[in-house]
């Protein structure tokens, strides 16, 4: 499967493609007549980086994480712990929209209750 192909079936934009053969990680695709051939191999590595985008990772970090991936096992903790902080880091965002969703509502309810609201219009 061509680089155009996977980009139009899988939805993986360019960008993605060209970065995963920019990297090196792409051992299993060969080129035919100047166009890189994708294996499954290849598209499950492709999967990998778009979730590691799509969860917050910069692209340096999917391709160390993805460097560590091909090591194998022995990188599991080093790319456990790189799951772990961006984990953390989201919980952080959570909590702090938390924060702020309950002074929003703070604030809501005291206008309310200085301007006699009756839950249609104000008084």
């Known amino acids: 499967m061509t ?3 996977a980009s139009e079936r899988y939805q993986i934009p360019m960008h993605i493609l060209r ?8 051992g299993a695709v060969k080129k035919v007549m100047g166009d890189w051939q994708y294996d499954g191999t290849d598209l499950e590595r492709l999967s990998t980086i ?3 985008h799509d969860i917050g990772f910069t692209t ?8 560590l991936l091909l090591e194998g096992e022995s990188s599991g903790a080093q790319r456990l712990h790189m799951l772990e902080e961006k984990r953390s880091a989201a919980l952080n965002e959570i909590h702090f929209k ?3 969703l309950q002074r929003l509502d703070y604030l809501r309810h005291e206008i309310r209750k200085t301007q006699g609201w009756t839950g249609g219009t104000v008084k």
């Open 3 to 5: 680089i155009q192909e």
């Open 19 to 26: 970065e995963y053969e920019g990297w090196g990680l792409c």
């Open 50 to 52: 778009m979730t590691l």
């Open 60 to 67: 340096e970090e999917v391709e160390v994480y993805m460097r």
């Open 98 to 100: 938390e924060r702020q």
